[in-house]
């Protein structure tokens, strides 16, 4: 496994892990803090991404090893 491989594993995860927080606790504490509503669909958001970056290693499909690649590219 390539070094991308391995971030997209990592990060994904991390995003479930943090999407599933966001729910449970119906707040989530980034740069703005959402409370509710907002928070519970920002933790599925990231449940999603999570999911996405996992199966693009899992299943080797390309258009979501781009998409992670291109989510590292918009961080910087």
Same mark, same amino acid.
């Given at each position: ?6 971030? /997209?594993?990592?990060? #994904?995860?991390?995003? &479930?892990?943090? =999407? +599933? ?8 504490? %980034? ?7 907002? /928070?519970?669909?920002? #933790?599925?958001?990231? &449940?999603?991404? =999570? +999911? ?8 080797? %499909? ?15």
């Amino acid at each position: 496994m390539h070094f991308f491989d391995w971030a /997209a594993l990592i990060i #994904g995860a991390g995003l &479930i892990a943090s =999407g +599933v927080r966001a729910v449970y606790r119906r707040q989530a504490n %980034i740069p703005e803090e959402y409370k509710g509503r907002k /928070a519970v669909h920002l #933790g599925y958001l990231w &449940i999603g991404l =999570g +999911v996405m970056f996992m199966l693009a290693v899992i299943f080797d %499909i390309a258009f979501l090893k781009m998409l992670f690649r291109l989510f590292l590219e918009a961080a910087n």
